[in-house]
């Protein structure tokens, strides 16, 4: 089974804290992606990477940033948490080949005080 | 640019009745990808049911099955005889061969089950 974890469930933070997520998958896919899903707009991609080192912006990187240093991590990082920053976040991973399903951590439900 | 529409927020359903949940989606691309996930309200992203848009008959799981209308650019999931433990946020989403493998998202639908 594919097994996609994230380092927090819950966590609370203050406003202009620099605040990491950390999501980590054991099934060597190559493709990362992080989004953020807030009640009535769905989810939402912040940003996602198809090999180490390499990312790319998805429809939301406005105020975040990410790391993909070894191919099984991939990281979200808020340099300055703001308020409207509060919401749940998701990371997922899929592989190269068909049909691309991807696979989902628990999520992080991020507040932002 | 590629849109998913689920014009449903929230729907209820008997135990034992089929139910379908709308999807309706808009892309350009001819070669693309239809996905269904389930959210319970413990958060995870359960994958359901995929259909691509080159499939020549509508993808079955199970009690699942996604009703393909592509003239209509629709991708409807039906879930038979509904249990108590489908209650759950579903969501629509497409992928665009050549596009990342990144999936667009539509709004979810809140699905409950009732006795």
């Known amino acids: 089974d594919v097994k996609v974890t994230q380092s927090s469930r819950y966590l609370v933070k203050r406003t202009g804290e620099k605040v990491f997520l950390e999501c980590v998958q054991d099934?060597?896919?190559?493709?990362m992606f992080w989004y953020r899903q807030d009640p009535g707009l769905g989810l939402r991609l912040i940003y996602f990477?198809?090999?180490?080192?390499?990312?790319e912006k998805g429809d939301i990187p406005e105020g975040y940033s990410v790391s993909r240093e070894k191919k099984e991590r991939f990281s979200l990082i808020l340099e300055s948490a703001s308020t409207n920053q509060t919401s749940m976040y998701l990371c997922?991973?899929?592989?190269?080949?068909?049909?691309?399903?991807?696979?989902f951590g628990p999520g992080t439900r991020l507040t932002v005080t | 640019a590629q849109k998913i529409t689920q014009t449903q927020p929230g729907m209820f359903v008997q135990e034992k009745e089929a139910v379908t949940l709308d999807c309706t989606y808009d892309?350009?691309?001819?070669?693309?990808?239809l996905f269904w996930y389930k959210q319970p309200s413990s958060g995870e992203m359960i994958f359901l049911i995929y259909?691509?848009?080159?499939?020549?008959q509508n993808a079955t799981e199970g009690r699942y099955s996604l009703n393909f209308q592509k003239a209509r650019k629709s991708a409807n999931l039906v879930i038979s005889a509904s249990q108590l433990g489908d209650s759950a946020m579903y969501f629509c989403?497409?992928?665009?061969?050549?596009?990342?493998?990144?999936?667009?998202f539509g709004t979810g639908t809140q699905l409950k089950v009732e006795l």
């Open positions: 997922a991973s899929s592989d190269f080949t068909g049909p691309y399903e991807q696979y």
């Open positions: 099934m060597d896919h190559e493709n």
């Open positions: 990477s198809y090999d180490v080192k390499m990312k």
């Open positions: 892309t350009s691309d001819p070669s693309y990808g």
């Open positions: 259909q691509g848009s080159y499939d020549q």
């Open positions: 989403a497409m992928r665009i061969t050549g596009g990342g493998n990144k999936l667009t």
